[in-house]
């Protein structure tokens, strides 16, 4: 019988120790060593050695084997074996009709049953995340674009229309923080494997002595210090995207070869006589105005004429209207569930103060006084005096208050009335036709287009 007994705890990953009055150790199954991960025991000796986890419950274990309780036990105890190994088990003591008693101390080994469930509750967080960052895009958002506004749209068809067609040149242009990156990205996945590569650099961040080996690599000993070879960005983008942030700082050296090799599809290393081939998709993004660089010299004009084939204008934030509120939403879930925040919206005057902001900073600014609203606020909604808006850059002068007729106006004729005003008062000089306005030259450019004023 004893046989059977120890070959279904064997079964069933359970081992039994008895213990007499003085809580010495009288008797084990035959799997106790290997359940406690081969640790030696012996007769004789104390619960207290045997379980050092049992520590501080003296009380409890008394209890127990003077019949007081019916059991005691601990959960999920964890050990190193002898292997170095983190295993799990729980221990459950409970008293023995014995005279005089004794104390019976059962063993479950634990170590499958807990990894899973670590491993489960990992999953969940990440599942957790996903859905944070996917909350509140609702039926808005394609490609991670959130909004349902027209200018938001036209951005979706663009991509939609261009990503198919992969060895065409694309410039995005508009204001900082306005997406450029993200649009970038879409494309990239609209139309590439999962496993293409996508490699960004910013031409902004690099230092201009190091731009042409990052961007084409170089061999060993093309420089002081270059001990190996390394692969340019070129290269590391091949079968993928290339996306240049802030191609106008490229200085005009690097411009030249790099208009050398969207002409040929080929280039070569720094310290190399090697051409090398690759097959990729550029796209470039600039937030200032390349035509106007080329007139100072700053931009090569046969550059610009190669990249400006398919072109997008990203609309600045404050033409997007009630998405920025939706915007703000799917900010606020995401910086909610960080800070473990119960904020859940925004109350009408703090929607109101939103939308009355001119967002300078575009996106960017917008994330920025979210975060510091969740941060702060103490109840469930964000109110207007939770929102902290910076002063604008390009203060506003006054202007005589506009009266209204009683019989009503066009804002959409006072708008256009407003920009061929300023054309015309600055001579068709569309920079100076801005700044009379107070907007950005690439906000000036919108409306124009916008309102289908050709220049």
């Known amino acids: 019988m004893k046989d059977w007994i120890d070959h279904i705890l064997r079964e069933k990953k359970i081992a039994y120790a008895v213990f007499n009055q003085e809580l010495e150790l009288i ?40 019949h007081k309780n019916k059991r005691y036990e601990i959960s999920k105890i964890n050990q190193l ?3 170095g190994q983190l295993r799990y088990y729980n221990l459950t003591l409970l008293p ?10 059962l063993v479950s080994d634990t170590t499958s049953e807990t990894s899973l469930e670590q491993k489960i509750m990992q999953q969940k967080h990440e599942i957790e995340l996903l859905q ?3 909350v509140s895009c609702g039926n808005y958002s394609a490609w991670g674009l959130l909004g349902e506004s027209e200018p938001i749209n036209n951005v979706r068809n663009f991509i939609s229309k ?38 960004e650099i910013n031409c902004t961040s690099i230092p201009a002595t190091l731009l042409e080996s990052e961007i084409f690599g170089y061999e060993k000993g093309a420089f002081t210090n270059a001990i190996a070879s390394k692969k340019g960005l070129l290269e590391e983008a091949n079968g993928g995207t290339l996306f240049l942030d802030e191609i106008g700082e490229l200085p005009l050296s690097v411009q030249s070869k790099f208009l050398s090799f969207l002409e040929t599809k080929s280039f070569r290393r720094l310290g190399s006589t090697q051409e090398r081939c690759v097959d990729i ?13 080329v007139e100072n010299n700053e931009f090569r004009q046969d550059l610009y004429y190669r990249i400006h084939v398919v072109t997008l204008e990203l609309p600045p934030l404050r033409a997007l209207g009630q998405d920025v509120i939706i915007i703000a939403n799917h900010f606020i879930t995401i910086f909610a569930y960080d800070f473990k925040k119960k904020v859940k919206g925004l109350t009408e005057k703090a929607k109101a103060k939103l939308l009355s902001h001119s967002w300078q900073g575009n996106v960017r600014e917008l994330r920025n ?24 850059k390009h203060p506003r002068q006054t202007v005589d208050q506009l009266h209204i007729p009683e019989s009503g106006l066009s804002l959409v004729a006072v708008e256009k009335n407003l920009l061929l005003e300023a054309l015309s008062k600055a001579k068709g000089n569309q920079s100076r036709a801005a700044k009379l306005l107070g907007l950005s030259f690439d906000t000036f450019r919108y409306r124009l287009k916008k309102f289908d004023i050709s220049v």
């Open 132 to 134: 944070a960052s996917l």
């Open 81 to 83: 074996s002898d292997k």
């Open 281 to 293: 998709r550029i796209i470039a993004a600039s937030n200032k105005d390349l035509n106007k660089a």
């Open 162 to 199: 261009v990503a198919p067609i992969r060895n065409t040149t694309i410039l995005l242009q508009g204001e900082s923080g306005t997406g450029k990156n993200l649009v970038a990205r879409a494309i990239h996945q609209s139309s590439m494997d999962v496993k293409s590569p996508f490699v």
């Open 96 to 105: 023995l009709n014995a005279k005089p008693a004794n104390l019976l101390c």
């Open 369 to 392: 006084v979210i975060e510091r609203a969740v941060i702060f606020v103490d109840g469930d909604s964000i109110d207007q005096d939770d929102i902290i808006l910076g002063e604008e």
């Open 27 to 66: 008797e084990t199954s035959q799997n106790f060593t290997q359940i406690m991960h081969d640790r030696s025991v012996k007769a004789a000796d104390l619960i207290w050695d045997i379980f050092p986890e049992l520590f501080g419950s003296e009380a409890q274990v008394t209890a127990v084997l003077q």
